[in-house]
């Protein structure tokens, strides 16, 4: 796999069934205060894949069926062993298997704040870390290969079809009922993936790697974060510890209260929140309404500017697989060509809204590409 762009890791890549968001997008790591120590000197854990939710790594309902129609086709061949050959049954106990094998460690897109979130991830005392995701790519464990990245993308399983054939992509795909955590995950891989057997039988056990629970992401800590949020509430008490604890670790980034207690320090930076990795119906009508949500929710008394970014795969301009990124600054927003993933070539769309005004729209090549051939289909004759 190759990002395109000898200078990139290769942490996706191009017309993959996932994508990574804009290298400004805000990047949260939610953690209890009782885990920040260890994370500071240790790195980000990433828990196997097999103590999470039953689905994690699984193919939805219409892809398996759709396997064991293509299975169907080869039931009726004999082995070398004399068992008739089960595809789809190999290919399901693989994945199920591969579970031991995967781990992800799981980050929170944008700078919007759910209580729920906090209490879930951070046990409602605790502090969220702050990056972006070109920071992630970066300086997260540098050195190691096989690192995946990339939003997670929302389906309801039951209806949706999964892609199938390369294993790690699944781990990009969530039940809809998680969709609002918004997550950004980094995926490893420890003992590659196991062999499909085609013959029905059970793996024997003595296949099975003896993997940790978890492993650990290095990463320069200084140098990739840039915030550390409290959690809403946080006494003086919390204050202090987690900054002597980032003192302790020589890292020198500032700490601010949640934006649930007190906006104001929040200004200072930019906010950013991700949307459509929950479009369902496939609505052209939902990323329209996602898009006047954003700038219509502006306090313009706060920000200057509103970029609202539309993200897709090239040549793949569908309501389902668009992703809309939105930015708001209180100062000078950024040249909009830095949005997009160039290396990736993906198409970007970057509307601009200046003090509640509509300013333009910016594309990048590989969109007004792919608009001039819309342009063209439906104009044949011209």
């Known amino acids: ?81 004399g068992e008739e050959m089960d595809l789809a049954s190999g290919i399901e106990q693989a994945r199920e298997a591969a579970r031991e094998n995967y781990y992800a460690s799981c980050w929170r897109l944008g700078t919007d704040e759910d209580p729920e979130i906090w209490e879930m991830y951070a046990d409602g005392r605790g502090v969220a870390i702050e990056t972006t995701y070109r920071q992630i790519e970066e300086f997260i464990a540098p050195d190691q290969e096989d690192l995946y990245m990339g939003i997670v993308r929302y389906l309801d399983y039951e209806e949706e079809f999964t892609p199938t054939g390369i294993p790690y992509v699944l781990y990009f795909y969530k039940h809809r009922t998680f969709d609002s955590e918004q997550e950004f995950r980094l995926l490893t ?33 200084d140098t990739l974060i840039n915030r550390v949020i409290l959690s809403p509430g946080a006494d003086d008490e919390l204050r202090a510890e987690v900054e002597e604890t980032l003192d302790e670790h020589d890292v020198s980034a500032p700490v601010v209260p949640s934006r649930l207690d007190d906006p104001a320090p929040h200004h200072e930076t930019y906010d950013t929140e991700l949307g459509g990795a929950a479009n369902y119906e496939a609505s052209e009508e939902y990323l329209d309404d996602l898009i006047d949500r954003f700038v219509g929710e502006t306090d313009w008394d706060v920000w200057n500017t509103v970029d609202v970014i539309q993200l897709n795969q090239r040549e793949k ?21 830095e949005y997009g993933q160039e290396h990736l070539n993906y198409e970007v769309r970057a509307h601009r809204v200046v003090d509640g005004e509509y300013q333009d729209t910016f594309l990048n090549d590989p969109a007004e590409e792919t608009d001039e051939e819309l342009v063209e289909a439906d104009n044949p004759s011209e």
């Open 1 to 81: 796999m190759t990002s395109g762009d000898p200078s990139r890791r290769p942490v996706t890549g191009k017309n993959t069934e996932w994508m990574i968001p804009s290298d400004q997008m805000i990047v949260r790591r939610y953690k209890p205060l009782r885990h920040f120590a260890d994370t500071l000197e240790n790195g980000f854990r990433a828990g196997q894949a097999e103590g999470y939710e039953e689905r994690e790594g699984q193919a939805s309902e219409p892809a398996r069926e759709h396997e064991g129609q293509r299975s169907e086709r080869t039931e009726s061949m004999i082995l070398n062993n």
């Open 189 to 221: 891989n420890r003992g590659g993936n196991p062999i499909i057997r085609t013959d029905g039988q059970e793996m024997p056990p003595e296949s099975r790697p003896d993997n940790p629970s978890h492993v650990n992401l290095s990463a320069n800590m």
């Open 317 to 337: 301009l569908h309501p389902r697989t668009v992703f809309v990124e939105c930015f708001q600054y209180v100062d000078d927003p950024p040249d909009r060509s």
